[in-house]
T-cell receptor, first 112, second 110 residues
Framework: NAGVTQTPKFQVLKTGQSMTLQCAQD?????MSWYRQDPGMGLRLIHYSVGAGITDQGEVPNGYNVSRSTTEDFPLRLLSAAPSQTSVYFC???????????FGSGTRLTVV | GNSVTQMEGPVTLSEEAFLTINCTYT??????LFWYVQYPGEGLQLLLK?????DKGSNKGFEATYRKETTSFHLEKGSVQVSDSAVYFCALSAKNDMRFGAGTRLTVKP
């Protein structure tokens, strides 16, 4: 039972580069979300999805895009990386948002 | 908007000491409340939850009670162990919007 799988675990980007963080879950969860974790700030919601074909913005969506073409996958795209996007990114999924989340192990991104 | 405020750390305790980590929230309506734990290099894991007022969530010796009158959800454990050393996050969820506190780092010394 894999749960929530995030790839890559580590990534270094140059300013202006683009990339996609991958997230996949095998629990048939409808709800998926992306968070970033920065020291002293807890987790902040970037984007979320309540089902295939449906996405919405969270607290800090600027500079990020998402899509949800299947129930299993919810990739996060950085359009033009900036040093302010240096962070640890977590993907999470849930049957319903009020049930509590299952988190992936995170992607540590550094933008230089 | 919805928000969570939790006790700032770090917290350092000796093994077998009593633990309290305070958490208060601001929300419209009736959110669900959660505690998550994060071990070094890992994602967050759900520790316990409560979905309505006066509910008590419990797991692995930890417990927290949903207090609507004081908008609080304090985490407690009667006797901590070295293995409890981690970062603890309080969170609330209402209508697809889950908000986290800043986290409290707990270190338990033998």
């Amino acid at each position: 039972n894999a749960g929530v799988t995030q790839t890559p675990k580590f990534q270094v980007l140059k300013t202006g580069q683009s990339m996609t963080l991958q997230c996949a879950q095998d629990m048939n969860h409808e709800y998926m979300s992306w968070y970033r974790q920065d020291p002293g700030m807890g987790l902040r919601l970037i984007h979320y999805s309540v089902g295939a074909g449906i996405t919405d913005q969270g607290e800090v969506p600027n500079g990020y895009n998402v899509s949800r073409s299947t129930t299993e996958d919810f990739p996060l795209r950085l359009l033009s990386a900036a040093p302010s996007q240096t962070s640890v990114y977590f993907c999470a999924s849930s049957y319903l948002s009020d049930y509590g989340y299952t988190f992936g192990s995170g992607t540590r991104l550094t933008v230089v | 908007g919805n928000s969570v405020t939790q006790m700032e750390g770090p917290v350092t305790l000796s093994e077998e000491a009593f633990l309290t980590i305070n958490c208060t929230y601001t929300a419209t309506g009736y959110p669900s409340l959660f505690w998550y734990v994060q071990y070094p290099g890992e994602g967050l894991q759900l520790l316990l939850k409560a979905t309505k007022a006066d509910d008590k969530g419990s797991n692995k010796g930890f417990e927290a009670t949903y207090r609507k009158e004081t908008t609080s959800f304090h985490l407690e454990k009667g006797s901590v162990q070295v293995s409890d050393s981690a970062v603890y996050f309080c969170a609330l969820s209402a209508k697809n919007d889950m908000r986290f506190g800043a986290g409290t780092r707990l270190t338990v010394k033998p």
